[in-house]
């Protein structure tokens, strides 16, 4: 088969949405042939991240349709291109949130490929340099150069590695940037699909972890997946005992919360780090910054080579999400529980259902 | 005389806002006297930073009086305390926004004594640990610990030093907490009072340096001083120009602007640093921190062990403020020219006239 462009492409089984809100249903979808520096991925499972609801209910304004939602890709490589060196037919693959960028600007020669200036290519949603549209991996295969492709090591499920695609890098990278280790203080704002995997990172890299969640419904699982302590944020008395306390704040929840007080948290030089992404701007005093150097920042998921870092450390670390497989068919009523935070924590598809 | 808490205290002269909004008039006012630790300091000039008119009109609520404004004094030791080291009889000295702190919190042990976790001592409208308000540089004669006091080298002028004191070390803090230097691309929002120094510190440390003022009325000015390059906000084409190039912006400017316009100048790991304090919160798009992993952070002036490198600095370079010397009968007069913005670029009174 050919696309208009005359790429040559195959059917593969996907379950789309239609049209904006859906719902997602089986149907099939075009990916380019196997190209020399391409390889074909059979997908096992395909984690469900808050943001593909976001793009299936058109929330930000950009979404196009038909469209197959999923950037947490875990699977088999099943075919190669002739120039492919990185893998062969039989490794354990994974595709996050990017399929491709520019290759070229300032943030793609840093390895920050998510910051590519010309705007990197998504993993669906997009439209890649072969000219089709990108498609997720709710879905039997996925097509990709070796580039963007990333080595899941051995001794992490599939299952659980899904998630880390997404979930996993957005919070091991900015861990990173700040030197999450011993003796710093990190709070994870959130125990969702998010910040449970933040948990553990954060614990497995030393840092002494706070958990700070709405209430304290999941402190029991917070405390065992890692954390070292856990406050509730409606309780005033948090915002209390902790001033001053943190060097680093990960903000997972995309409402919008009150940052002043979040940033009455840090200690000195102390940043706090927007990872959801509220659709109001963020209200930030000027003297709330000044006073102790506190920084506000954000972070998109992470390059390539830090992705590869961070499946690297999971696998030593024994780390994977937390996650609830289901089949195809409860997609849409995963998408329901998913925004009544009924997920503990993450909805991961085993693939071979669609 | 004596202070009601039984005290030792000297009276001196000095301009003084007997109430709310001023006028400055002539009074004396009480200081300690000098004890073992301290040094006397003749004032030779004082200069007048925009927040002390924010002060003296009580716009943030906190201001006391009588108050003597004035946190940029240069002048000469003229008594040490029994217990003094660092400062002779006849040494050049100085004192900025700060007189003490705890000096004993985690912020006073990194030599962040403005980030006091217990709150500095202001230099005026304060209370010092003699139990007496801080009377600030408009005045003869300042007291203060020699913990506190800055040895001002030789080789720059008394009158272009005092700024330094606060506008310089306000600009200095964060262009070497941010490295300024070869390569770097710096960018100071507004040419003014803060702005000038900054310009020429920046220059100095070898960064890239650019002005962007709202006009171009002052481009020759800030061409002079050192930048490289000058723009004007006002026209539209600039935040074209200019988009993803700055590592650094420091904003010295306190009225509102739209932080989101200046994030999107800066390129990966860019830092906006926010020094003016505008009055409503800054609204931030999430979104524009998080592409770019954009920072936006405040800075207070510095810490002693800092302002004291500024001071060397300057003096390595050779710099000094912009300054318009005026008598102490005009301070009501400048006050009203600072809020017009007519001064080129910083007053300083001659404490002589006092």
Redesign the interface.
């Known amino acids: 088969m050919f696309h208009k462009d005359m790429t040559a492409t195959v059917d593969y089984a996907a379950y789309a949405a239609a049209t904006p809100k859906g719902p997602l249903e089986r149907t099939t979808v075009p990916r380019r042939e196997v190209g020399e520096h391409d390889v074909l991925i059979e997908i096992k499972y395909s984690g469900i991240c808050h943001s593909d609801i976001h793009q299936v209910n058109d929330d930000w304004g950009s979404s196009k349709f038909p469209m197959v939602p999923g950037h947490e890709i875990a699977g088999i490589v099943t075919e190669v291109g002739s120039a492919v060196t990185k893998f062969t037919v039989g490794d354990r693959a994974g595709v996050g949130c990017m399929v491709d960028s520019c290759r070229e600007c300032?943030?793609c020669q840093?390895g920050?490929e998510p910051?590519c200036?010309k705007g990197n290519t998504p993993t669906y949603n997009g439209t890649g340099k072969d000219g089709l549209p990108t498609y997720g991996g709710y879905s039997t295969h996925v097509v990709v150069t070796e580039d963007f492709a990333l080595r899941i090591p051995e001794g992490i499920g599939l299952d659980v590695a899904a998630p880390l695609l997404c979930a996993g890098i957005t919070l091991y990278s900015p861990l990173a940037?700040y030197a999450a280790g011993p003796g710093k203080r990190v709070a994870i704002v959130g125990m969702g699909g998010l910040g449970h995997v933040g948990v553990k990172i954060a614990r497995a890299m030393g840092a002494e972890v706070t958990v700070l969640s709405q209430s304290l419904s999941k402190k029991e699982d917070g405390l065992r997946l890692g954390a070292h302590e856990y406050y509730a944020t409606k309780d005033k008395q948090t915002f209390k005992d902790l001033r001053?306390y943190f060097d680093l704040i990960l903000n997972t929840v995309s409402a919008d919360l009150d940052a002043?007080r979040f940033l009455s948290l840090l200690?000195?030089d102390g940043?706090l780090v927007?990872?959801?992404?509220?659709e109001t701007?963020?209200?930030?005093?000027?003297?709330?910054?000044?006073?102790?150097?506190?920084?506000?920042?954000?972070?998109?998921f992470g390059g390539i080579a830090e992705t590869q870092e961070m499946l690297d450390f999971c696998a030593r670390n024994g780390i994977g999400a937390e996650v609830e497989v289901i089949a195809a068919d409860q997609i849409n009523e995963a998408y329901e529980r998913t925004l009544a935070s009924d997920v503990r924590y993450r909805f991961v598809i085993d693939t071979s259902t669609i």
Chains 1, 2 share one sequence.
């Open positions: 300032e943030a840093a920050q910051h200036l940037r001053n002043n200690r000195l940043a927007q990872l959801g992404l509220p701007p963020i209200a930030v005093n000027a003297f709330a910054l000044a006073r102790g150097r506190r920084t506000l920042t954000g972070s998109l």
